[in-house]
């Protein structure tokens, strides 16, 4: 275990875990909701505090959206700093 992941209670850790595993494809707010069998509510309040993680965010918008199980568009997140192997130099 890293040291960051030491820091996350339980449920953050299942959440970032979900976006780690899940590399460049990502995963949306609603994937990890359906996996983790969470309410939408407790999983938007766990990528919200990744997304905002101090120092650094941990997680962040990949810049893609992808349909929810209801139609919508939902953002795709990845790990902070994640790059496609296309786009590293």
Same mark, same amino acid.
């Given at each position: 275990?890293? !040291? ?20 460049? =494809? !990502?995963?949306?707010?609603? =994937? ?12 938007? @309040? ?9 120092? =650094?965010?941990?997680? =962040?918008?990949? !810049? ?16 902070? !700093?994640?790059?496609? @192997?296309?786009?590293?130099?």
């Amino acid at each position: 275990m890293t !040291g960051i992941e030491s820091r996350l209670s339980d449920l953050q850790l299942k959440v970032y875990d979900q976006v780690r595993l899940a590399g460049w =494809e !990502g995963k949306t707010t609603d =994937e990890i909701e359906a996996t983790l069998a969470l309410t939408h509510q407790s999983c938007s @309040a766990r990528v919200n505090e990744l997304k905002n993680w101090k120092p =650094e965010p941990l997680i =962040e918008r990949r !810049g893609v959206t992808r349909k929810t199980r209801a139609g919508r568009p939902a953002d795709v997140y990845v790990l902070a !700093g994640l790059r496609a @192997a296309t786009e590293r130099k």
